[in-house]
């Protein structure tokens, strides 16, 4: 793997490549307290659903060995419910944070007990990473052309991504792969961190803009749609990236499967259907501008950060447990 | 009308408002020679299939005027060939030019006949834009949510626009109005031109990224969809600025009719479907950077600045002929 790890523990403090610095600057940041962690959450230095799990697990470790600010279960009561709080949609942060809260009871807040919690957060997703990679090896045989969305990759887990694991697999077994990479406004996750990790890799990627998505799928040469999740309901309905839901119909209207990759963790059964999935909305600023240029006059904006999609254009689901029809997803990951 | 004229003839030369600037700045700029107005044109200083035709026949109309480069002959041709060459996808543009061929033929290239050819040119896309705009008024009741695209407003025309035609006159007969602008990447004439013009004339609009698109139909307040055309097929396929066919398929699964506006300029019954329409593909920096600044690796990027949307997806064109469905299309503009 050629593309830098997006985030370490650092002999207490919590090293991470600053994505909104790339793909112009491949820019190391130390982070060293509470509200640091959850300004680099929010402000997406750190982003991908399973990322921010494990960044919110150590920066809960963090606060406990560094106990500013009260007693020690005040500290990690507080950085749980600061962490918690700095994005809505995506679940496996709320999982993550549940674990370090269960050790910190059990443990009376042992800063150790907690550091070691969140390696296992961490390293357990770079397992499932892999597994979901074997997963969906046999949708990208040689030759496969992929299209996916914003970027479920290295930059955005624990391990070799979701999205795009059975890719990297598929690299790593010799098989020629190109990946379509939708820019993906209004952050260019897809143009700034997908064709970015990609382009490290050696792996063949091709970029176009979101409005793009509908006719390069008409070219009857996309062989799937892989995309991550942000939270999947108990009815197979995903939240991911706004955006997901537009390339879901095109997909469908050209028989082009898709798959979403995600670790049972995404798989919230306590959301019936995609219509329980908060939705994050975040600032206009984002559309009206662009590296400090206004892009538009002063103008109300919707920006969602993300898009529910039915489960009746999934395909099927790549977890760590396999490959899950939409309709089995509610057994499979009961709690 | 609050929005400024973006062409006017100006005693010898042309006077653009440069849509490069906007919406930070207004700027106009007097073009003086054949290759300016060319280079106007493929820079998109002017676009809008209508206006484009209207640039390109005051530009025949200006280099006949100043005769630099041979006979009266050699130099009206030569503007014609180098004009029609500048974008491939609009037709207006080249029936506009075979206007000008004709007057210069009959005329033995007279500079004062081509003038008045020209602002005829202009004036008739003035009278077919109010025409498009009665067409479609019944589609914008009071209280009425349009969803757009790009810019086909008047901006984009010598009028009042094409798809914002409607819009306008909805307005102007007090009627509550709202567009939803999506920013219609890449080079965002949605958030830079239709929000300033619909800011600039009073009309409410909320400006979304291209992939949001598909989540603001789903929630089933959108009245209906205006779009604008570069080419209309004989069989009702048309072309428009890429985005346009997702926003069409989004706009079917939730029942939110899809309208085309375009003058009968528009309509080539030469081509049979939407097969036969030639795609610009543009400069991959559109993609890649954004004012000055990197927004991509070295990747390789497909750029068409244009999409197809099957005629099926068409609920009727509003033209300057009134409301024609599809299947009417070539009978109605037969040549």
């Given at each position: 793997m050629t593309v830098p790890a997006p985030i370490a523990w650092a002999s207490g403090s919590i090293r991470?490549?600053?994505q909104t610095a790339l793909p112009v600057e491949e820019r190391y940041v130390q982070l060293t307290s509470l509200e640091e962690v959850a300004r680099a959450i929010e402000t997406l230095a750190i982003r991908g659903a399973p990322l921010i799990g494990i960044a919110a697990a150590y920066g809960v470790a963090m606060a406990a060995g560094r106990r500013v600010g009260g007693s020690v279960g005040?500290?990690?009561?507080?950085?749980?419910?600061?962490l918690g709080g700095t994005r809505p949609t995506a679940v496996n942060l709320h999982r993550a944070l549940a674990r370090m809260e269960a050790v910190g009871l059990r443990?009376?807040?042992d800063a150790e007990a907690l550091l070691a919690e969140a390696r296992r957060i961490h390293e357990e997703d770079a397992v499932m990473c892999r597994r979901i990679g074997e997963a969906g090896l046999p949708l990208v045989p040689d030759g496969a052309v992929v299209m996916t969305i914003c970027n479920a990759g290295v930059l955005a887990t624990g391990g070799i991504g979701t999205a795009l694991a059975p890719v990297y697999l598929a690299h790593e077994a010799g098989r020629r792969v190109e990946v379509i990479v939708p820019e993906t406004r209004p952050l260019l996750q897809?143009?700034?961190?997908?064709?970015?990790?990609?382009?490290?890799?050696?792996?063949?990627?091709?970029?176009?803009a979101d409005g793009m998505i509908a006719s390069r799928l008409r070219r009857?040469?996309?062989?799937c749609v892989l995309t991550g999740a942000d939270r999947i309901a108990a009815n197979g309905d995903f939240a991911n990236k706004v955006g997901t839901y537009g390339l879901a119909l095109a997909a469908r209207e050209h028989d082009v499967p898709l798959f979403v990759a995600?670790?049972?963790?995404?798989?919230?059964?306590?959301c019936p259907t995609?219509?329980?999935?908060?939705?994050?909305?975040?600032?206009?600023s984002e559309i009206t501008g662009f590296g400090g240029q206004r892009t538009a006059p002063e103008v109300p904006v919707w920006n969602p950060a993300f898009d529910v999609t039915p489960?009746?254009?999934?395909?099927?689901?790549l977890t760590d447990r396999g490959r899950v029809d939409p309709a089995q997803l509610a057994w499979r990951f009961a709690a």
């Amino acid at each position: 793997m050629t593309v830098p790890a997006p985030i370490a523990w650092a002999s207490g403090s919590i090293r991470i490549l600053d994505q909104t610095a790339l793909p112009v600057e491949e820019r190391y940041v130390q982070l060293t307290s509470l509200e640091e962690v959850a300004r680099a959450i929010e402000t997406l230095a750190i982003r991908g659903a399973p990322l921010i799990g494990i960044a919110a697990a150590y920066g809960v470790a963090m606060a406990a060995g560094r106990r500013v600010g009260g007693s020690v279960g005040q500290v990690v009561t507080n950085a749980i419910v600061r962490l918690g709080g700095t994005r809505p949609t995506a679940v496996n942060l709320h999982r993550a944070l549940a674990r370090m809260e269960a050790v910190g009871l059990r443990t009376g807040g042992d800063a150790e007990a907690l550091l070691a919690e969140a390696r296992r957060i961490h390293e357990e997703d770079a397992v499932m990473c892999r597994r979901i990679g074997e997963a969906g090896l046999p949708l990208v045989p040689d030759g496969a052309v992929v299209m996916t969305i914003c970027n479920a990759g290295v930059l955005a887990t624990g391990g070799i991504g979701t999205a795009l694991a059975p890719v990297y697999l598929a690299h790593e077994a010799g098989r020629r792969v190109e990946v379509i990479v939708p820019e993906t406004r209004p952050l260019l996750q897809g143009a700034r961190l997908t064709a970015w990790e990609l382009a490290r890799s050696g792996i063949a990627c091709t970029l176009i803009a979101d409005g793009m998505i509908a006719s390069r799928l008409r070219r009857a040469d996309v062989t799937c749609v892989l995309t991550g999740a942000d939270r999947i309901a108990a009815n197979g309905d995903f939240a991911n990236k706004v955006g997901t839901y537009g390339l879901a119909l095109a997909a469908r209207e050209h028989d082009v499967p898709l798959f979403v990759a995600a670790p049972g963790t995404t798989v919230d059964v306590a959301c019936p259907t995609g219509d329980a999935i908060p939705i994050e909305a975040r600032d206009a600023s984002e559309i009206t501008g662009f590296g400090g240029q206004r892009t538009a006059p002063e103008v109300p904006v919707w920006n969602p950060a993300f898009d529910v999609t039915p489960a009746t254009l999934v395909r099927a689901f790549l977890t760590d447990r396999g490959r899950v029809d939409p309709a089995q997803l509610a057994w499979r990951f009961a709690a």
